[in-house]
């Protein structure tokens, strides 16, 4: 069966310091990938997302990037944080053809 | 583009009562349509899916939800609620023939009182 790892589940980062955040997906090939992130107050905003190793596309211009260097692996990264990148980050997969996103369980982001 | 109301922020009752959800969509072409759950500082869990078929699908912990196109909603039940079922409940869809890209409503809080 497939599972998503996704680590670190919390971080406390000063302003202005880098950021990296891990998922990965085992138990399947080619999935698409995604990076949400959730606001307090609950709303889902999707960030970026990856039909393929090395493509990445990006959903709201900011100050974080992802990558994608394997093809199960999808990073989320920030050379300098904001105090406005704090919230909960949750990385998510599908299945390459499917229709049901599956979602790790989640990075808590507080920049300080 | 796609787009998910949730006209309730939160939905309380009463343990041993029926639960309802409410989602309406919008969409352009055939809908695909998602529910999930969200525990306290977890991640979503996918609880059921339209993408086709009938109209009434079945999903996890006893939920299900009626796909109606007429009135384009798609509200989750439960037809007894347990306090176990208090978190927060998120209705989304995707565009059948599209990039598979969900639009997310933005939560309904739901709180089973004992």
């Known amino acids: 069966s497939q599972t998503i790892h996704q680590w670190p589940a919390t971080l406390v980062q000063p302003v202005g310091s880098p950021l990296s955040l891990e998922c990965t997906v085992e138990g399947t090939s080619n999935p698409n990938l995604y990076w949400y992130r959730q606001a307090a107050g609950r709303g889902l905003q999707l960030l970026f997302y990856s039909v393929v190793i090395g493509q990445i596309s990006s959903e709201v211009p900011q100050n974080l990037s992802a990558s994608r260097p394997q093809d199960r692996q999808f990073i989320l990264s920030s050379k300098k944080l904001l105090l406005s990148d704090s919230g909960f980050y949750l990385c998510?997969?599908?299945?390459?053809?499917?229709?049901?996103?599956?979602f790790g369980e989640g990075s808590w982001l507080t920049v300080v | 583009a796609q787009s998910v109301a949730q006209p309730e922020d939160q939905v309380n009752v009463a343990e041993g009562n029926p639960l309802t959800v409410k989602c309406t969509y919008s969409?352009?072409?055939?809908?695909?349509l998602f529910w999930y759950v969200q525990y306290p500082n977890r991640g979503l869990q996918f609880l059921l899916k339209?993408?086709?078929?009938?109209?009434l699908v079945k999903g996890s912990y006893g939920f299900e939800a009626e796909f109606n196109k007429s009135q384009t909603s798609f509200h989750l039940k439960k037809p007894s609620a347990l306090v176990s079922d208090s978190a927060l409940y998120f209705c989304a869809v995707s565009r059948l023939y599209g990039n598979n890209r969900l639009a997310f409503g933005k939560g309904n809080q739901v709180v089973v009182i004992p």
């Open positions: 969409v352009s072409g055939n809908p695909y």
């Open positions: 998510a997969w599908m299945t390459g053809g499917g229709n049901t996103i599956y």
């Open positions: 339209y993408i086709t078929g009938d109209n």
